[in-house]
């Protein structure tokens, strides 16, 4: 697999692979004929995570983060699986880490956003460059609202309850 094809996997957008669209399960498949990888953990994580598999995103997601340990995405995986099964401490823990971590840079694909803006010359390099430059900004956008869901979860976690 591609990794043009994973980043797009990731965004949960189908990939033609093959002139047609692959399945979840075909994805999946293919996502774990290495499963060590980083990059296929974390995509499985994600697959699972848009299906609502939360407790296969949660396996996934930790398994990527035992392969790197300061993975803000796999960890975003991890709060939001946590906070949607209703797992109050772990989801605790891992927002902690996720405060720490701070926003990934999205410097790189900024830079790769200018490189494919010279193609926007082109009609077709135009709608592919608005393609991901959308893309970016969303997973940017989708970054920034769960470091601040983060935040408010922990400050509500560790601000005393009246009457305790």
């Known amino acids: 697999m591609r990794f043009a094809d994973l980043a797009v996997l990731m965004q949960g957008v189908p990939v033609s692979v093959t002139q047609r669209s692959m399945t ?5 498949h293919e996502l774990l004929e290495h499963p060590n990888s980083y990059f296929n953990l974390l995509g499985a994580a994600n697959v699972y995570w848009r299906e609502k598999k939360w407790p296969e995103a949660i396996e996934f997601a930790l398994r990527a983060l035992r392969a790197c340990p300061n993975s803000f995405h796999a960890t975003k995986v991890l709060v939001s699986s946590y906070a949607e099964t209703a797992q109050h401490e772990n989801c605790y823990l891992y927002a902690r880490q996720l405060i720490q971590l701070g ?5 790189k694909a900024k830079v790769i956003a200018g490189l494919l803006s010279l193609f926007a010359l082109f009609p077709r390099g135009r709608s592919l460059y608005q393609h991901w430059t959308d893309r970016w900004k969303l997973e940017e956008s989708s970054d920034r609202a769960m470091l601040s869901f983060a ?6 976690h560790e601000t005393p309850r009246a009457g305790q």
């Open 24 to 28: 979840i399960s075909e994805h999946l």
């Open 103 to 107: 926003l990934p840079s999205w410097r």
């Open 151 to 156: 935040e408010g979860f922990v400050q509500q």
